[in-house]
């Protein structure tokens, strides 16, 4: 097994890795959602007449939908579905008036998930100096052959990548260096649970690895469940499948950067 991948599980299992690792994802909820006050006078109108269609047709108009339905988005996209379909949303208003105003007020102002603002967070990481030396613009980042971190967007850091490096792959990247004069790539995910949005995550950070032709050393900096000793899915393919790349939480990254 790569002795990153092992040191990232030995870290995630025997130290404080939960809190060590709030440095670099701290993941603070935003406040509550403004809420159209138009559009809530219209919601609280047709809540209290009872008209279906056109509470529906009110509540779409606001970010979050107060409950979780898998016809939710179909009504979204098309809404002349309302009109066609009664039992549907009948049916999603039964459960609504269940919930009452309250209710539903306080479901439509809730923060955004948090796994959905941690993007930056990485990047923001790198900024204070984390791994000992401060990211820096692309013509200082070209001027020598030192140790660096290219400080630049997602668009910038893919056009680096393509033009320099052969990275023809169409995934963004998270992280660009050099160090003892050879250039590192790689994705950043914070990985908060299994299955749907966050396999796919974990599955575009490995294919960002198993990209070829690249002149780069690769990496797939990845923090979070997959570390969990156990049959999970994500650690049982950094364990066996993958268990030759250089995969690692970024909590060993530093080590990882300056043994190249």
């Known amino acids: 097994m790569n002795k990153w991948i092992k040191l990232s599980i030995e870290y995630a299992n025997q130290r404080s890795y939960l809190d060590d690792l709030f440095q670099v994802y701290p993941t603070i909820p935003e406040g509550i959602r ?16 009872k008209n279906n269609d056109i509470l529906i047709k009110e509540l779409l108009k606001l970010d979050l939908f107060p409950v979780k339905d898998s016809y939710i988005a179909y009504l979204k996209r098309d809404g002349s579905a309302i009109d066609r379909n009664p039992r ?45 030396i401060e990211p820096v613009g692309l013509e200082d980042f070209l001027a020598t052959n030192e140790d660096a971190i290219l400080d630049a967007g997602d668009n910038a850091l893919m056009n680096f990548a393509h033009e320099h490096l052969g990275y023809n792959h169409n995934k963004g990247l998270d992280f660009i260096g050099r160090f003892n004069k050879q250039y590192v ?3 950043a995910k914070f990985l908060t649970d299994f299955g749907g949005h966050q396999n796919a995550q974990f599955n575009d950070a490995i294919s960002t690895i198993q990209a070829k032709g690249v002149k780069a050393v690769k990496v797939a900096v990845l923090d979070g469940v997959l570390f969990i000793e156990g049959g999970n899915k994500m650690y049982k393919a950094i364990t ?9 939480s970024a909590l060993v990254l530093r080590e990882f950067l300056y043994q190249i």
């Not at 403004?34 to 007449?49: G, M, P, R, S, T």
């Not at 066996?240 to 690692?248: L, R, W």
């Open 185 to 187: 790539i790689g994705e």
């Open 88 to 132: 549907t949303i009948n049916r999603i208003c039964g459960r609504l008036y269940e919930m009452g105003l309250d209710k539903i007020y306080e479901r439509c102002s809730e923060p955004k998930e948090t796994n959905r603002q941690i993007g930056p967070m990485f990047r923001d990481w790198l900024k204070r100096k984390s791994l000992g």
């Open 240 to 248: 066996e499948t993958y268990k030759n790349q250089n995969i690692m």
């Open 34 to 49: 403004d809420i159209n006050q138009d559009v809530w006078q219209e919601v609280e109108k047709a809540f209290k007449i």
